[in-house]
């Protein structure tokens, strides 16, 4: 997979990866009913989810508007 050159496309891709990390992860433990399992969904997979969610919405917010020059 490769990463595109536009950097919000880039920035995008990251979130995008770190939430399908937060999400695999959280179904992983899904699966195993013991505590340490427990503080692995809410430490590992909520931070990845976490840092997902901050990423878009630092995307979103940090875009710039492309310079219009004026002709006259």
Same mark, same amino acid.
């Given at each position: 997979? *490769?990463? *595109?050159?536009?950097?919000?496309? @880039?920035?995008?891709?990251? %979130? ?17 009913? @013991?505590?340490? *399992? ?5 430490? =590992? ?8 969610? =901050? =990423?878009?919405?630092? *995307?979103?917010? %940090? ?5 219009? @020059? %004026?002709? %006259?």
């Amino acid at each position: 997979m *490769s990463l *595109s050159a536009n950097p919000l496309e @880039r920035r995008l891709q990251l %979130s995008g990866i770190l939430l399908i990390l937060g999400l695999l992860i959280e179904a992983i433990c899904l699966f195993r009913a @013991r505590p340490l *399992s427990f503080l692995a969904f809410l430490a =590992v997979g909520g931070t990845f989810l976490f840092l997902g969610l =901050v =990423v878009y919405l630092l *995307s979103l917010v %940090s875009v710039r508007p492309t310079s219009r @020059r %004026s002709d %006259s």
